[in-house]
């Protein structure tokens, strides 16, 4: 197992060298530091994201032609293979955390938060929760398994608190971050695995964190019907497998696919079979006995 190099005094706390284990995302170094006045670092290259928040102070951030004045709650974005300086104010010296990163969905997340090659600066305000990350990162300085998966929770958990103080949740259709597809994806996973329980469609928007009319809008877009429509067929559906291949009751079968009411269920499976569920298996037995006086 790779060794990493975890520096702590009480102005600076660092860990670095640490091992890469995910493809998609991974925590490089991290660290804290009370600067003295005029620390600078740079001109130099990363090889991968790092992104810097100030917790108290000032200080100068450049980048090509342009100099930032960044002071406390601002966030700034070094690129990989970007060459930069920066440095503390020398009358108000920042005091920042930092954290370097890097992964295929890196890039994503920064979008996400607000970031790109032309804006590298952003203010945020939920300093504490930023902070606590960082240092939940540094405890778990140790190289084993366990410590691999709490820092990448950190890492996960300092990127969507950047995106949610951008992106904050609300009930608006253009409000949701993922493609309608992944949602109804979602939603119909959720329906395989509980259509037997007496769930609503309320129960699904909740599954997939939308409000209902969303989930109404996006399944009509993607299916053709509605959350209450597909639940409905899906569960007909099933019914229809257990009455041609088990011997099981009407009544148990109701239960089964989510109907506590018998009648209830028969009323719904004769709506869209055009039979009732007892001549259906009846027709069913009589195609199978068919088929097998024909072998």
Same mark, same amino acid.
């Given at each position: ?5 975890? *520096? ?5 706390? +660092? ?9 998609? =995302?991974?925590? +490089? ?7 003295? $006045? ?6 130099? /290259?990363?090889?991968? %994201?790092?992104?810097?928040?100030? #917790?108290?102070?000032?200080?100068? !951030?450049?980048?090509?032609? /342009?100099?930032?004045?960044?002071? /406390?709650?601002?966030? %700034? ?5 970007? *060459?930069?300086? !920066? ?32 804006? =590298? ?9 930023? =902070? @606590? ?20 929770? &950190?890492?996960?958990? %300092? ?12 009930? $608006? ?16 996973? %959720? ?15 909740? &599954?997939? +964190? ?30 229809? *497998? ?7 009751? #009407? ?8 109907? @506590? ?9 004769? $709506? ?11 027709? $069913? ?5 068919? &088929?097998?006086?024909?072998?």
């Amino acid at each position: 197992m790779g060794q990493a190099k975890f *520096t702590n005094s009480a102005r600076y706390k +660092c860990l670095e060298y640490l091992k890469k284990n995910s493809v998609d =995302l991974y925590l +490089c170094y991290c660290g804290i530091e009370e600067c003295d $006045s005029g620390h600078y670092y740079g001109p130099m /290259k990363r090889s991968e %994201f790092l992104l810097h928040y100030i #917790i108290e102070g000032k200080g100068v !951030y450049s980048v090509g032609e /342009k100099t930032y004045h960044l002071c /406390k709650n601002q966030a %700034f974005l070094i690129y990989p293979n970007v *060459t930069t300086f !920066y440095q503390a104010d020398k009358k108000e010296p920042w005091t920042y955390i930092w954290i370097g990163f890097n992964g295929v969905k890196a890039e994503a997340c920064l979008e996400y938060a607000n970031f790109n090659k032309t804006n =590298l600066v952003n203010d945020f305000h939920n300093q504490d929760v930023l =902070l @606590d990350c960082v240092n939940g990162m540094l405890a778990a300085n140790q190289l084993t398994y366990a410590n691999d998966l709490i820092r990448e929770s &950190y890492l996960l958990k %300092f990127l969507a608190t950047l995106i949610q103080e951008k992106h904050p949740v609300q009930d $608006s259709i253009n409000n949701y971050d993922y493609p309608i597809q992944v949602y109804v994806e979602h939603a119909m996973e %959720f329906i395989d695995h509980n259509y037997s329980n007496n769930i609503k469609v309320s129960d699904v928007a909740n &599954y997939v +964190c939308i409000n209902r009319s969303h989930l109404t809008r996006i399944f009509k877009a993607v299916l053709n019907m509605s959350p209450q429509q597909y639940l409905i067929n899906y569960r007909i559906n099933k019914a229809c *497998t257990l009455l041609k291949k088990t011997t099981h009751s #009407i009544s148990t079968i109701a239960t089964m696919v989510g109907y @506590d009411d018998p009648l209830a269920f028969s009323k719904v499976f004769k $709506s869209l079979q055009g039979e009732s569920p007892k001549s259906y298996r009846e027709a $069913s037995d009589n195609v199978l006995k068919a &088929y097998r006086k024909g072998e």
